[in-house]
């Protein structure tokens, strides 16, 4: 198994472009979500989802977009990037949540918004 | 609001110490996540737990539902230890949700051969 992978690694946009951060797991699990990281801050929710079809707002979700129209995967879209939105940007997933499961996070993206 | 406060936020130690890193949270929650983070990446789930203690190898966690505390020990500290330790909470009552988590701003802690 991959587990849970993320493309790209690193990414540079200027402000007011837009892009999509993959994420993608092999595992069959029906939570995912994505986590953003900034130094101070701790990890912040922006956007989950609990199965195929089915997505929720977070802690942070304004700026971005999400989808789910398979199990394995879970993009996330910057629809118009803002320097405030440079961060390290994680996807985790688990079977079935937090509450009942272990939590299984990607490699990060590191984006910077000039 | 619901917050998560790990203590402290650095710690130092030599190899061999016993190390422990504590997490406090304000209201009632379901589970409470320990997270491991090395430098420049990724960051891998050591424990779930909702009641009790739990141990790996030579981790322990612990939780006091009462005193809203969690607690990560870590015997006979290695260099290859050296990391950031996160609490996240589940579940926080005060609203919240059960499929979101609320986390601690994490503890560095080094451990010196």
């Known amino acids: 198994n991959a587990g849970v992978t993320q493309t790209p690694k690193f990414q540079v946009l200027k402000t007011g472009q837009s892009m999509t951060l993959q994420c993608a797991q092999d595992m069959n699990h029906e939570y995912m979500s994505w986590y953003r990281q900034d130094p101070g801050m701790g990890l912040r929710l922006i956007h989950y989802s609990v199965g195929a079809g089915i997505t929720d707002q977070g802690e942070v979700p304004n700026g971005y977009n999400v989808s789910r129209s398979t199990t394995e995967d879970f993009p996330l879209r910057l629809l118009s990037a803002a320097p405030s939105q440079t961060s390290v940007y994680f996807c985790?997933?688990?079977?079935?949540?937090?509450?009942?499961?272990?939590?299984?996070f990607g490699p990060g993206t590191r984006l910077t918004v000039l | 609001k619901n917050e998560v406060e790990q203590s402290p936020q650095n710690l130092t130690a030599q190899e061999g110490e016993f190390i422990t890193i504590n997490c406090s949270y304000s209201?009632?929650?379901?589970?409470l996540h320990w997270l491991q983070q090395h430098p420049g990446g990724g960051i891998v789930s050591l424990f779930m737990l909702s009641s009790g203690k739990k141990k790996h190898g030579r981790l322990i966690a612990t939780i006091n539902i009462q005193e809203k505390h969690s607690s990560l020990h870590i015997t006979a500290s290695h260099p290859r230890d050296s990391a950031v330790y996160i609490c996240a909470a589940s579940g926080m009552n005060s609203g919240g949700s059960n499929y979101k988590l609320t986390f601690g701003k994490g503890t560095l802690l080094t451990v010196n051969p």
């Open positions: 209201v009632g929650i379901s589970a």
């Open positions: 985790a997933s688990s079977y079935r949540g937090p509450l009942l499961g272990e939590q299984f």
